[in-house]
């Protein structure tokens, strides 16, 4: 089946704009996950849906950050009024879980988001 | 809370030689193990995981990972690389949330 879709794969932007990102995750995982991986560093957790609900936002950045994702399966990432450090590939990834624990997590390509 | 560390931010080897990549972690909470491979210009994909049963695991490319719970460590080997491995190296542990190192950038010489 289809793996991790993510779109724009790139998107450049204005400083001050909003933006959305996208992700369709694989058919049937009910867990879905938001990173951010910027340059030379890890992947840094934003946030974690279980089925339509969120119940680890903690890693926003900001409260310029939010998602939300529709009937357990599509979901969108929204910046708003991007700063200059937003700046980052986006990834998306989704897993089922098992006796609690996320197991693998299947990653999309990433969206690449530049903000001038 | 969980936490990884990845104690080599660069790797450099050459070609044949065998490699270490040492991973070390911390959680309160019992945890699923990971590490995940990125080659240039692609996205992060699976290399090998330990759920439970046997601490040494298999995985693509001939990799392979021992899981030490009374050192908390899941350090990453194989025995003879190859300039197609080079890449970033990620290592993850996992309880309802993923927590991941910093990588490790093995470069592979000719």
């Known amino acids: ?116 | 809370a969980q936490s990884v560390t990845q104690l080599d931010s660069q790797v450099p080897v050459f070609e044949e030689a065998p490699v270490e990549l040492r991973c070390n972690y911390s959680s309160s909470v019992s945890v699923y193990l990971f590490w995940y491979v990125q080659y240039p210009n692609q996205g992060l994909q699976l290399l090998l995981k330990y759920l439970s049963g046997s601490t040494l695991v298999k995985g693509i490319n001939g990799f392979e990972a021992e899981f030490n719970k009374s050192q908390t460590s899941f350090h990453l080997r194989k025995p003879s690389v190859h300039i197609s491995d080079t890449a970033e190296y990620f290592c993850a542990v996992s309880s309802y949330i993923p927590t991941f190192g910093r990588g490790t950038s093995l470069i592979v010489h000719p």
């Open chain 1, 1 to 116: 089946g289809a793996g991790v879709s993510q779109s724009p794969s790139n998107k450049v932007t204005e400083k001050g704009k909003d933006v959305e990102l996208r992700c369709d995750p694989i058919s049937g995982h009910t867990a879905l996950y938001w990173y951010r991986q910027s340059l030379g560093q890890g992947l840094e957790f934003l946030i974690y849906f279980q089925g339509n609900s969120a119940p680890d936002k903690s890693g926003l950045p900001s409260d310029r950050f939010s998602a939300e994702r529709t009937g357990g399966s599509v979901s969108t990432l929204t910046i708003q009024r991007t700063q200059q450090e937003d700046s980052a590939v986006y990834l998306c990834a989704s897993s089922l879980v098992s006796s609690g624990r996320a197991d693998t997590q299947y990653f999309g390509p990433g969206t690449r988001l530049t903000v001038l």
